[in-house]
């Protein structure tokens, strides 16, 4: 399966502005590109290249005062397959985890475990150990937290989502990810194009989405408690700890978002045979 994927940002600053973009694909996905996928500026500006400690692959730059449009379009290959369900990944004890996955047992900006730690081993401790406790921490949330554009807030924690019950995947990924670092289930947060493959269309602006990986049986499994249940033609951006490691962009200084669209489609086969 092919898939077209894209965005067009636009950001308004009042001087020169240092800029950190997560905004290409992440690594692992490369070797499936069917085009190049390159981030290009409607106006001449230098961009750096770097990949940061999670091993996303990320841009600096230093944005003019004025409005400045970032822009990618690619296509990618993609199995067409869902998310693998793991019921069999077992779950580590502590000592057993590799060093670089710690990080992801601790809490964070948005994953605040403390205010959280209580009701998690109250409500899930008897649970089974494994992808069954995951699997029963995203009915909670899935069920908890009602998804609603208009009440987007990006002050929200995860210990937010649980008191409000109203947020976007951005909440019930961080949610997801504190109930499941409170059970010593080492979890990351995950964002990247997910588009209407294999389910209605979403009445709602497309967007990037956000999901999240747990640690289990030796490697990464997505999860997505917003949906819960596997999807089709994720392209991952970047992981991190929370929202804060992928923002997809860090202005230092005053920056204001005024274009916003994202593109993510599946390719008719029509139109690959005239390919």
């Known amino acids: 399966m092919k898939i077209r994927a894209g965005f067009h940002l636009g950001y308004e600053c009042t001087q020169p502005t240092p800029m950190l973009l997560v905004l290409n694909i992440h690594p692992s996905r490369r070797a499936d590109l069917l085009s190049d996928q390159t981030l290009t500026f409607d106006r001449p500006i230098e961009a750096w290249s770097y990949t940061d400690v999670f091993g996303n692959a990320c841009s600096r730059i230093v944005a003019p005062p004025g409005l400045t449009t970032i822009s990618t379009e690619f296509e990618i290959y993609d199995s067409g397959q869902p998310d693998i369900v793991p019921d069999d990944a077992v779950q580590h004890a502590i000592n057993d985890l590799p060093d670089d996955v710690l990080v992801f047992l601790l809490g964070s900006r948005y994953c605040d475990t403390d205010r959280l730690a209580d009701?998690?081993?109250?409500?899930?401790?008897?649970?089974?150990?494994?992808?069954?406790?995951?699997?029963?921490?995203?009915?909670?949330?899935?069920?908890?937290?009602?998804?609603?554009?208009?009440?987007?807030?990006?002050?929200?924690?995860?210990?937010?989502?649980?008191?409000?019950?109203?947020?976007?995947?951005?909440?019930?990924?961080?949610?997801?990810?504190?109930?499941?670092?409170?059970?010593?289930?080492?979890?990351?947060?995950?964002?990247?194009?997910?588009?209407?493959?294999?389910?209605?269309?979403?009445?709602?602006?497309?967007?990037?989405?956000?999901?999240?990986?747990?640690?289990?049986?030796?490697h990464w499994h997505t999860v997505d408690a917003r949906h819960n249940t596997p999807r089709i033609g994720r392209i991952l951006m970047g992981t991190g700890r929370d929202a804060t490691d992928v923002a997809m962009s860090t202005a230092f200084g005053p920056a204001t978002l005024s274009r916003f669209e994202v593109i993510t489609e599946e390719v008719p086969q029509e139109a690959m045979k005239a390919d």
């Open 119 to 218: 009701f998690a081993w109250a409500r899930f401790s008897s649970t089974p150990l494994g992808w069954a406790r995951v699997q029963a921490i995203c009915d909670f949330v899935h069920d908890h937290i009602t998804f609603d554009y208009l009440k987007a807030d990006v002050l929200r924690t995860a210990h937010g989502g649980f008191t409000d019950k109203t947020g976007v995947c951005r909440d019930f990924a961080h949610l997801a990810i504190a109930l499941c670092r409170c059970m010593n289930i080492p979890a990351r947060y995950c964002t990247g194009y997910l588009g209407d493959i294999g389910v209605p269309i979403d009445p709602n602006p497309m967007d990037f989405s956000a999901w999240f990986e747990v640690f289990l049986g030796g």
